[in-house]
């Protein structure tokens, strides 16, 4: 159960797009449709933004896709606005009744 | 109102045993999964155990198998996370988290507040 590899931080310009990936192995997110992506600000509880790789909850705005290729996945912020900036954490399914996250990336809005 | 309330975390010494709950309402908490989450501060989120609906299906990260063991109480809307045999590194928020699925879809769509947990002599 070794946490799933996301770059500490990210950031774009208001309007632009950005994309933060989490690297995996086959036997969690290459293995299983079952990843989801979280964001949380300060303070706050994650609020859950992606899941079973490029679903949105209903509310979710469809500025935030996710995907997936082999080991990694992908979540993508369209149309960056203010209010994007937080931090996002990756996770998946890793069998055996198991799940594993990601070390979490900071988006930045500059 | 739809809700997930945490308690039972406070301050314990290492190797003693402390038991956090989770409180459920609004929604029908016996058609989901649960799962504890955890967060150090200043740091990330660790999934540390979930329970199928019928609790048919459990599992635990590797790094508190043995010591923590979660259940339910459908009867009661509750989930529970005993910790036993406590250390340093168990510090951290402890949040419960609801599944989108009856087993494992790692979806979790409704989240507490979270309950603080403190391992020190």
């Known amino acids: 159960q070794s946490a799933l590899t996301q770059p500490p931080s990210a950031s774009g310009s208001p309007g632009q797009s950005v994309t933060i990936s989490c690297t995996g192995t086959?036997?969690?997110?290459?293995?299983?449709?079952?990843v989801s992506w979280y964001q949380q600000h300060p303070g706050k509880a994650p609020k859950l933004m992606i899941y079973e790789v490029g679903k949105r909850p209903s509310g979710v705005p469809d500025r935030f896709s996710g995907s997936k290729s082999g080991n990694t996945a992908s979540l993508t912020v369209s149309g960056l606005q203010a209010e994007d900036e937080a931090d996002y954490y990756c996770?998946?399914?890793?069998?055996?009744?198991?799940?594993?996250f990601g070390g979490g990336t900071k988006l930045t809005v500059l | 109102e739809v809700q997930l309330v945490e308690s039972g975390g406070g301050l314990v010494q290492p190797g003693r045993s402390l038991r956090l709950s989770c409180a459920a309402s609004g929604f029908s908490f016996d058609s989901y999964a649960m799962h504890w989450v955890r967060q150090t501060p200043g740091k990330g989120l660790e999934w540390v155990s979930g329970i199928g609906w019928n609790s048919g299906s459990i599992g635990y990260a590797d790094s508190v198998k043995g010591r923590f063991t979660i259940s339910r109480d459908n009867a009661k809307n509750s989930l529970y996370l005993q910790m036993n045999s406590l250390r340093g590194e168990d510090t951290a928020l402890y949040y419960c988290?609801?599944?989108?699925?009856?087993?494992?879809?790692?979806?979790?769509?409704?989240w507490g507040q979270g309950t603080t947990v403190t391992v020190s002599s």
């Open positions: 996770n998946s399914y890793a069998g055996s009744n198991t799940g594993v």
């Open positions: 086959s036997s969690d997110v290459g293995g299983y449709n079952y």
């Open positions: 988290a609801k599944d989108r699925y009856p087993n494992w879809g790692s979806a979790l769509d409704m």
